[in-house]
């Protein structure tokens, strides 16, 4: 007799998809950008019922969330790069993140590839690192991504 585990995996805002895909066997890949709220996705992410879950930044901040709705209950969880807040006094200044929002909204795919820029900060690998990382196919498509941007 065979079991399946399921592996429910959700990347970080921009990112594909698929891109930590390849840390376990048969994943279950959620894109939250097909929800128009935390509250729609979580709502989905119950229906799933996984027994591990990995969260990378933004994926990760919705795991939580759907953990402390009672929504998802894990019985392993993995997160990456999940900052208690991502905007205030703990990271980003309001006016960096306005300019960063404003940049996103207006050139999309060059703010995404200096994000990239960011996250591999110091890097020894820098350009592969940001080579490697990718995006999500829809990237630039604003109006998919600014709501989990201001959220």
Do not use: C
Request: no cysteine; proline share 6%; net charge negative.
């Amino acid at each position: 007799m065979t079991f399946s585990v399921k592996t429910l995996i959700l990347s970080g805002w921009t990112q594909p998809v698929d891109a930590l895909a390849h840390l376990v066997d048969n994943p279950v890949l959620f894109d939250y950008s097909d929800y128009s709220s935390p509250d729609e996705a979580i709502a989905a992410i119950a229906k799933i019922r996984p027994a591990h879950v990995v969260g990378w930044s933004m994926g990760g901040q919705l795991v939580l969330r759907a953990i402390a709705a009672g929504a998802l209950v894990p019985k392993h969880l993995t997160l990456i790069g999940v900052p208690h807040r991502f905007v205030g006094t703990d990271g980003m200044g309001e006016e960096t993140f306005r300019l960063f929002r404003e940049s996103y909204a207006t050139d999309p795919v060059r703010t995404k590839t200096r994000f990239h820029g960011l996250v591999a900060k110091g890097d020894s690998r820098m350009r592969e690192v940001i080579e490697m990382l990718g995006h999500h196919p829809n990237v630039e498509d604003v109006e998919r991504w600014l709501p989990w941007l201001d959220n």
